[in-house]
């Protein structure tokens, strides 16, 4: 599937785990008479991953399926300005109908040791399509950054209430899937032509991590 082959998970020779998460998509055809389609990420002696996708908008339903099973781990939904409540007669990505199925949700999440991931839409210049209202409402917001002239992409923390905001990950698209770039200076220069007039190496410092850029 798309998600198997865009994940990447290294896990400890010494840790053993067993991993249950839930994707819940509003675009995603579930192809099961119980609306869920599973999905058998990694199975091995050590660590079993398992992915179970529901195709649904409503929260009220996403939280009674949830409160139906007590086994999740990870939940991740997208997109959040697509859920709605029953409780509010505004239409989906409104302030109202974004504040009331987040905090649904993220009250579930933290009532039961959950972690979860809500996905949202960006506008053309970066900034969080809809109301601003779902930044001030989690722990953590991650921009997944990316240029479609180039193959790597950049996860950027915005705000985080557990450690620094200024540090970056870098990723490269793969046949594979998107795989963890150990040394982003080297694909940042792989392209570079030598010896070419009007270019310059420059080393700047992104967090604690030095990284070297064509100018």
Known sequence: SAFESSIKI?????????????????????????????????????????????????????????EANKHFNIIIIDSIQTLYCNEI??????????????????????????????????????????PKVLEHMVDTVLYFEGDENYHFRILRAMKNRFGPVNEIGV???????????????ALFLSSRTKDISGSSIFAAIQGSRPLLVEI
């Open 10 to 66: 290294a896990v400890p020779s010494f840790v053993f785990c067993k991993l249950l998460n839930i994707f819940v998509s509003s675009s995603f055809a579930v192809f099961s008479s119980s609306n869920f389609t599973a999905i058998s990420f990694i199975s091995s002696s050590k660590i079993s991953i398992y992915l179970l996708i529901l195709s649904e908008t409503n929260s009220n339903n996403i939280v009674a399926t949830l």
């Open 171 to 185: 990723f490269e698209m793969t046949n594979d899937g998107l795989v963890e770039v150990t040394n982003p200076s």
């Open 89 to 130: 007669s505004s239409a989906p990505g409104t302030v109202s109908q974004i504040r009331t199925t987040s905090h649904h949700l993220i009250s579930h999440c933290k009532q039961n040791n959950i972690s979860l991931f809500l996905v949202g839409h960006v506008t053309k210049d970066g900034q969080l399509a809809g």
